[in-house]
């Protein structure tokens, strides 16, 4: 069965670092892409970035292109995203989820539980 | 970026009742939109997927339509494990964009 399991979330002052990271089983890794969403308190879905199957594309929602990064270890069946200089608004649940397509375009088939993080001095 | 909003934001239905939710799209995305499931504490769950096809493992009383920039999530006969959050989201072009979300009660 398709599972994805968020880690690394926590608590961080504002300007810190922090590595996701979302390890897949029940499917073959490599031939989708994948993305991560991010949930405010009490807010909608936001979508944050998505990389291909291969890795060889990635793609990011404006606010956090150049400070957010993609990226795959398809040998270890694993999503990170880095995240740098973060700030109070990026306090959230980070889940990630399985796209339906190898490509960029596609639809969030499956998604993990999400892990949260909290941005705050 | 592509605007979705969704209709109404909240409602209360009874069990057995039909229930219709609105989102219209900012510009036409012809049939690249979603609609998921979101309960408290749990990751959004996949219902439709580009307009009007059921998810495996979905209940056939979820139905969607639409193309364009007008579509519709319609639950025939409410049951009590539907009440939920709804979300609808498009993937037309990035960046993916959802709606605001409908509580439904």
């Known amino acids: 069965q398709v599972k994805l399991v968020e880690s690394g979330g926590g608590v961080v002052l504002p300007g810190s670092s922090l590595r996701l990271s979302c390890e897949v089983s029940?499917?073959?890794?490599?031939?989708?892409?994948t993305h991560w969403v991010r949930q405010a308190p009490g807010q909608a879905p936001e979508w944050l970035a998505v990389?291909?199957?291969?890795?060889?594309?990635?793609e990011y929602l404006d606010s956090v292109e150049g400070r957010f990064t993609i990226s795959r270890d398809n040998s270890r069946n694993t999503l990170f995203l880095q995240m740098n200089y973060l700030r109070p608004e990026d306090t959230a649940v980070y889940y990630c989820?399985?796209?339906?397509?190898?490509?960029?375009?596609?639809?969030?088939?499956?998604w993990g539980q999400g892990t949260r993080v909290t941005v705050s001095s | 970026d592509i605007q979705l909003t969704q209709s109404p934001s909240s409602l209360s239905a009874s069990v057995g009742d039909r229930v219709s939710i609105s989102c219209q799209a900012s510009?036409?995305?012809?049939?690249?939109l979603n609609w998921f499931q979101q309960k408290p504490g749990k990751a959004p769950k996949l219902l439709i997927y580009?307009?009007?096809n059921l998810e495996t493992g979905v209940s056939s009383r979820f139905r969607g339509s639409g193309s364009g920039t007008d579509f519709t999530l319609t639950i025939t006969s409410l049951q009590p494990e539907d009440i939920a959050t709804y979300y609808c989201?498009?993937?037309?072009?990035?960046?993916?964009?959802f709606g605001q979300g409908t509580k439904v009660e």
């Open positions: 580009d307009s009007s």
């Open positions: 029940g499917f073959r890794f490599g031939n989708f892409a």
């Open positions: 989820a399985k796209s339906n397509s190898f490509g960029v375009r596609g639809f969030f088939d499956y």
């Open positions: 510009q036409d995305i012809m049939i690249y």
């Open positions: 990389i291909s199957s291969n890795g060889y594309r990635q």
């Open positions: 989201q498009q993937y037309e072009s990035l960046p993916y964009t």
